[in-house]
Nanobody
């Protein structure tokens, strides 16, 4: 059974850093684009970052460009999100996601519906001011 499990969330002061991890299992996720989304209370889930299967291409939401970095280790089936210079508005539940098929590109990840593909259970990130 395909499964994505996030870890690494927590409470951090503004300006601090956190590194999220997403461990994948149950499918050959090394062939899939992977992405991170987030959802703050009272807001819709939003795209954060995506990476192609071989790490050739990465994409970011404008709000996190220059502060967040997505990467992956296909040997360990793990995707990472390094978050630096965190702001209170970055506080949210962060979700790891994979598209329904390996043919979907990283560029298309921002359009992934919450009812499609594979999703983790989420990890809470809270940034205090």
């Amino acid at each position: 059974q395909a499964q994505l499990v996030e870890s690494g969330g927590g409470l951090v002061q503004a300006g601090g850093s956190l590194r999220l991890s997403c461990a994948a299992s149950g499918r050959t996720f090394s062939r899939y684009a992977m992405g991170w989304f987030r959802q703050a209370p009272g807001k819709e889930r939003e795209f954060v970052a995506a990476i192609s299967s071989a790490s050739y291409a990465t994409f970011y939401a404008d709000s996190v460009k220059g502060r967040f970095t997505i990467s992956r280790d296909n040997a360990k089936l793990t995707t990472f999100l390094q978050m630096n210079s965190l702001k209170p508005e970055d506080s949210a539940v962060y979700y790891c996601a994979a598209p329904p098929t390996s043919t979907r590109t990283a560029r298309e990840m921002k359009l992934l519906s919450s009812t499609s593909g594979y999703w983790g259970q989420g990890t809470q990130v809270t940034v205090s001011s």
